[in-house]
């Protein structure tokens, strides 16, 4: 509803992939799976010109980008060169092959996962990179009782097999119902300061972009709908705050050697800007 990309960030095993696979699976729409690896090529991922005897001309082939969800395992496995080929497709939802560009088909998505703790072969993904993904979420270990659950199944969980709940014409709807959300000049004021007091902050190198603040107003409006409001609330925007925002400021030498989190700078610049008030309205007539 948000527009955005997700990257799921966790250690192997917790069901990152299962969970990129079940949401694509989610909606009626082409999807596609992109395992990255060393040796994987741009055009492994965009696409190919591939010359065509019979009509002697060349022929484009479409790379598994072409699809409404596309499921990026292992992200940070593939070269930089490679992961470049996503950037264009997050950020503008076109690919550019040959000087041809080649629009993508709405909704677009990307689901990306990637392992925190395995380094040795990796490419960690580059600011610019990290910048486009609305979020970065991690899963984290199951509970006592949901592990027990698992356990007690007798079945691999059949991902392929689920049925889908949403169309892509459904998915547009909802896009569009979450962009008529209602955002006051107050709460645009308030975004503004989150901005600029992740930028002026002392441990910070580099702070919220432009990009990041229209993606945080984009998922507070997305919240506020499917809380069936039509305007956004303050709580929209902290509750969403360090999950659209920690993976885009970078710290600085000084506060990585203290050991201090991107989510404790996110968390202390929401305790120290002022929210907005509601306005007195005076008693109802």
């Known amino acids: 509803m948000a527009e955005g990309h997700l990257l799921l960030e966790d250690v192997p095993g917790v069901g990152k992939t299962t969970m990129a696979k079940a949401l694509a699976r989610s909606i009626d729409a082409p999807f596609g799976r992109i395992q990255f690896t060393p040796d994987l090529l741009p055009t492994d991922v965009t696409g190919v ?89 991690s899963l984290g270990y199951p509970d006592r009782e949901a592990e027990v659950r698992m356990l007690a199944s007798d079945h691999a969980v059949e991902v392929d097999a689920l049925p889908a709940v949403l169309t892509a014409a459904q998915v547009d709807g909802l896009i569009e119902a979450a962009r008529g959300v209602h955002v006051a000049p107050p709460l645009l004021g308030y975004l503004a300061d989150l901005a600029i007091a992740s930028r002026r902050h002392p441990s910070t190198a580099v702070g919220m972009s432009p990009r990041a603040t229209l993606d945080l107003q984009r998922a507070a409006r997305a919240r506020a709908a499917t809380r069936n409001r039509t305007f956004v609330l303050p709580d929209d925007i902290k509750a969403l705050a360090e999950p659209v925002l920690a993976h885009r400021i970078l710290l600085s030498p000084e506060a990585q050697v203290t050991g201090l989190t991107a989510a ?18 005076g008693p109802a007539a």
């Open 49 to 137: 010109n591939v010359w065509h005897r019979g009509a002697e001309r060349f022929e484009f082939h479409r790379g598994p980008i072409f699809a409404n969800v596309v499921v990026a395992d292992e992200i940070n496995r593939a070269s930089p060169k490679t992961q470049s080929a996503l950037l264009e497709a997050m950020a503008e939802r076109q690919v550019t092959v040959d000087g041809q560009r080649y629009a993508l088909a709405r909704p677009f998505i990307v689901v990306a996962t990637q392992n925190p703790i395995e380094h040795e072969g990796t490419y960690a993904l580059p600011e610019s990179q990290l910048d486009r993904f609305l979020m970065k979420l």
């Open 264 to 281: 404790e700078v996110v968390r202390t610049i929401l305790d120290t800007v002022p929210q907005p008030v509601p306005e007195d309205r």
